[in-house]
Nanobody, 120 residues
Framework: QVQLVESGGGLVQAGGSLRLSCAASGRYFRGYIMGWFRQAPGKEREFVARINLSGGTYYADSVKGRFTISRDNGKNMVYLQMNSLKPEDTAVYYC??????????????WGQGTQVTVSS
């Protein structure tokens, strides 16, 4: 398995941008689909975006056109560039390693999460 550590969260005004980073350690990073999920207070964890080894991506409809996921396989890093942020994007964001799926149960390694707060 891989160990994951997120960073880059914070407080931003609506319309602003943030870039989240996820550092992976351990073996077989390249063997995993990497994903970003988020969880707002009182809500279930929801899928945001995922990326495969060759850079193929898939996004939730709610973030399509605003968020961009990327990975640097040489540095074992995954990124989530978030633009045009909205108050409803406020959540704890998690990096995860798994398979080509939008379901949290299909991801076997998770980071500790990083808080993103968007003020109106």
């Amino acid at each position: 398995q891989v160990q994951l550590v997120e960073s880059g969260g914070g407080l931003v005004q609506a319309g602003g941008s943030l870039r989240l980073s996820c550092a992976a350690s351990g073996r077989y990073f390249r063997g995993y689909i990497m994903g970003w999920f988020r969880q707002a207070p009182g809500k279930e964890r929801e899928f945001v975006a995922r990326i495969n080894l060759s850079g193929g991506t898939y996004y939730a409809d709610s973030v399509k056109g605003r968020f961009t996921i990327s990975r640097d396989n040489g540095k074992n890093m995954v990124y989530l560039q978030m633009n045009s942020l909205k108050p409803e994007d406020t959540a704890v964001y998690y990096c995860a390693a798994g398979v080509w799926s939008s379901q949290p149960k299909d991801f076997i390694s998770w980071g500790q999460g990083t808080q993103v707060t968007v003020s109106s």
